[in-house]
């Protein structure tokens, strides 16, 4: 599983959590700005024309898409060209591998007045609980340690012993 506690600048924190990388994507997207293929994306040039209705590279897609020609003409058609906006820049392309995970945690990160910390797994969000992230410890954050602890104990990750 993947826990996420969000600790607002005002208020209370929050904790979710999500099942898997797939979850955790969907979960992401449905609160952000962008588009699903604008917080991570793969895809090549070639699908990229295809997407807008250009099966075939000519002068014609040259025309209306000279980017997108630029991007197939210099790296090759079919090479993955990578897409994370709040990484990279809003509509840039890289031949450089990005991980969904960075993208998914740089569209977290890039909402303002809340700072996320995300947990990839039952061990690392018990030891946060136990006070090994200095983000959620000591006396002064014992909310977001308890509410992490309620997701953990809701979950069944750790036994209610309070």
Known sequence: MIYVVELPEQGKPRAWFAYDDEDFSRKVAASDPLQPWEIHDEVTARELLEDLGHPVLDAAARERFPA?????????????????????????????????????????????????????????????????DPRIAGKALWWARRTLYEQLVELEVLADDN
């Open 68 to 132: 997108i020609c630029a991007l197939g003409d210099e790296h090759g058609w079919d090479t993955p060209l990578y897409r994370a906006d709040h990484l990279l820049g809003r509509g840039v392309f890289r031949t450089e591998p990005v991980a969904e995970r960075d993208a998914l945690s740089a569209a977290l990160a890039a909402r303002g007045g809340v700072t996320s910390c995300i947990y990839w797994s039952d061990r690392d969000a018990i030891g946060a609980f136990e006070g090994a």
